[in-house]
């Protein structure tokens, strides 16, 4: 796949507000500090189209990003509370659900996980609820270029053995590394009738 054109379109917290186009859909989860606006701005090569921040949490609506007037990156707001994680997962469930649920342009998910962090139960949670919606799960390990390779491929093999993300993309916004197949992956979920 090839971006040649992108553009944030509207945030939003209610159905209501989201676009009425009905184009494809691909949703970007993730943890609150796991990278996903630098992911967005590697991705469609748009820096600054995605807003970053160095306090974790920046995203807190639902962003709609059109690419190639063909279909949409939706960004939902990150997760990460490490305190209360149970009582605020759900509360996190509760906006992501409204979004989900009866999107008919929703194709899948792209599950962003920082490679330096183990996979623990409220990943395992968070994949679970992903895959009794029945769509695509792609799992992407950012910030690589902060290992050192040996422990990347060690991270790679413990994710690789996990059921739940068997088949991760290894991805850096500072190196660019994974991006091609990322891309891939995403035109793979969108059309699965063309994919191969």
């Known amino acids: ?13 209610k159905r209501g507000s989201f676009p009425k186009d009905a184009l494809p859909e691909v949703a970007l989860i993730g943890r609150s500090n796991v990278g996903k606006s630098s ?6 090569k748009a820096k600054g189209l995605a807003k970053t921040s ?6 807190r609506t639902i962003n709609f ?5 063909e279909f949409y990156f939706v960004d939902l707001p990150g997760f990460g509370y490490a305190e209360v994680p149970k009582r605020m997962l759900k509360s996190w469930e509760g906006m992501v659900d409204g979004y989900i649920e009866g999107r008919e342009g929703l194709r ?3 599950v962003i996980l920082d490679a ?10 968070l994949y679970d609820w992903l895959n009794g919606f029945g769509f695509p799960v792609v799992t992407v390990l950012t910030k690589t270029d902060k290992l050192k390779r040996g422990e990347v491929a060690e991270a790679a093999r413990a994710y690789r053995k996990n ?9 850096s916004a500072v190196t660019g590394e994974g991006r091609t197949e990322l891309l891939k992956r995403i035109g793979e979920v969108i059309r699965p009738d063309v994919a191969g």
């Open 65 to 69: 990003y059109r690419v190639n007037g």
């Open 108 to 110: 899948g998910a792209i």
């Open 116 to 125: 330096r962090r183990t996979f623990g139960e409220t990943e395992e949670n």
């Open 1 to 13: 796949m090839r971006i040649e054109s992108a553009e944030f379109v509207v945030s939003a917290v």
């Open 54 to 59: 160095s306090t974790p949490g920046k995203t």
């Open 163 to 171: 059921p739940r993300a068997p088949h991760p993309v290894l991805f």
């Open 39 to 44: 992911l967005i701005n590697t991705l469609l």
